[in-house]
């Protein structure tokens, strides 16, 4: 089985179990990007990182990959309560799901990767029982302190099984931004599978791969995101489990994601025929098209290299905001001009003092940010640019804002 399992992503599709696998993007050998540094020339553990995609399910994935207990381990530094783009984004979803599922104190909602409880408490408040899974145990303490009782383990169908000798089939999984986190997808979707009955509604959300083929959005890739979903390959994995793909809604997060509706039964409706035909037309299928995003992304690399090179003729300060893991693909795909980031603020205190990996630049706190006194501040996590820029303006008027993807752009 270990062996299988070696070979899933670079030569058997993780998805649709085929041999049609087609390498689309090299990015070279980069550490994880939640292991910091503790000085800047600490030398980090490096893992290839490249993608391929199944031309038959159409499902993106790493090939050689980290296990997971190596990077989802004890200390991890990702709080999602930490954003108040994501806290009000899990108040509508709550709010929306009570009233479509007719949600009561009678029914649980199970959350796999619950995180430090942003989204469940968020159920707790209005009285609906809940119930996390979530294998980092600083954040699954969190979680617990806020009252909601948190499985502290991986999910998969072991732990599925000894779940339902506890407690009763839920009425509503969530499973965001995790399914992409799971080397044995089919582990974990038959899992799910198990703690589904006739009333069960998933919801899973997932940043999608033909926007990220499309928008070039290369930096979220990394080791953690295993595989990179879309209607048709998250339709195959549900299939394979005994579960159908009934409705897709369309969310801007990430640059982009799908919330995927999954049950027991029911027929698919016309939001995931109108995403499968979207995707088609976007070229999820199309060799031509990853050639395309390749090239791109190479010229996005390079466009950033110069602009950095420019800034610091220039005698500009350039400083980062926001340590997020898409900052560190793109840091490190930049490669040696990176440095001319001075620092880079972040208001996580797991990450203050210590060093983005792999670039090696000092992480330290928001309210430093006027430090070096900056011209420019780049915003790495460009997907809550929104909430970050008003930061920014507040502290620094006159500082140029700049997000480097979807593409460079002064905002
Ligand atoms: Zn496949």
């Given at each position: 089985m270990a062996e299988l399992m070696n070979q899933r992503g670079t030569t058997i599709?993780?998805?649709?179990?085929?041999?049609?696998l087609v390498s689309i993007l090299n990015l070279g050998e980069q550490p994880l990007?939640?292991?910091?540094?503790?000085?800047?020339?600490d030398n980090l553990d490096k893992f290839p990182l490249n993608i391929s995609i199944c031309s038959k399910c159409g499902l993106g994935q790493l090939g050689e990959y980290v296990l997971p207990d190596r990077i989802f381990?004890?200390?991890?530094?990702?709080?999602?309560?930490?954003?108040s783009t994501w806290v009000s984004h899990a108040k509508n979803y709550c709010t929306k799901m009570i009233k479509r599922l007719r949600l009561t104190r009678k029914d649980l909602v199970v959350e796999i990767?619950?995180?430090?409880g942003y989204l469940l408490s968020q159920f707790k408040k209005k009285n609906i029982p809940v119930l996390g899974v979530e294998p980092a145990s600083n954040v699954a303490e969190i979680s617990e302190n806020l009252g909601i009782i948190t499985i502290n383990s991986f999910f998969g169908k072991d732990l599925a099984r000894d779940m339902l000798k506890k407690y009763n089939f839920p009425k509503l999984i969530v499973a965001n931004n995790v399914l992409a986190h799971i080397p044995d997808i089919q582990d974990f979707m038959s899992g799910i599978s198990i703690l589904t009955n006739e009333d069960t509604i998933i919801t899973v959300e997932n940043p999608s791969f033909s926007k990220l083929l499309e928008n070039t959005?290369?930096?979220?890739?990394?080791?953690?995101?295993y595989s990179y979903l879309s209607a048709h390959s998250v339709s195959e994995i549900a299939k394979k489990n005994g579960l159908q793909l009934i409705h897709v809604e369309q969310l801007s997060t990430h640059g982009g994601s799908n919330r995927y509706w999954l049950a027991r039964s029911g027929e698919a409706d016309f939001t995931v025929k109108k995403t499968m035909i979207s995707e088609i037309n976007n070229g999820l299928f199309d060799k031509n098209t990853w050639t395309l995003f390749s090239k791109r992304v190479n010229e996005s690399i390079s466009e950033f290299r110069e602009w950095l090179l420019e800034k610091k003729k220039n005698g500009d300060v350039v400083v980062g905001y926001g340590a997020a893991h898409k900052g560190n693909t793109f840091l490190n795909a930049v490669?040696?001009?990176?440095?001319?980031?001075?620092y880079v603020v972040d208001a996580s205190k797991e990450k203050q003092g210590k060093f983005l990996p792999g670039s090696g630049i000092p992480v330290i706190a928001p309210?430093?940010?006027g430090l070096c006194n900056p011209t420019d501040v780049l915003i790495l996590p460009w997907n809550l640019a929104t909430e970050i820029s008003k930061n920014i303006r507040r502290m620094l008027p006159n500082a140029r804002i700049w997000i480097a993807q979807p593409k460079l752009l002064n905002i």
């Open positions: 599709c993780r998805g649709c179990e085929c041999v049609t990007p939640a292991e910091y540094g503790n000085s800047h020339k381990h004890k200390n991890y530094p990702y709080l999602s309560s930490a954003s990767a619950s995180n430090d959005l290369f930096d979220t890739i990394y080791h953690e995101h490669g040696e001009a990176s440095k001319y980031l001075t309210e430093q940010l």
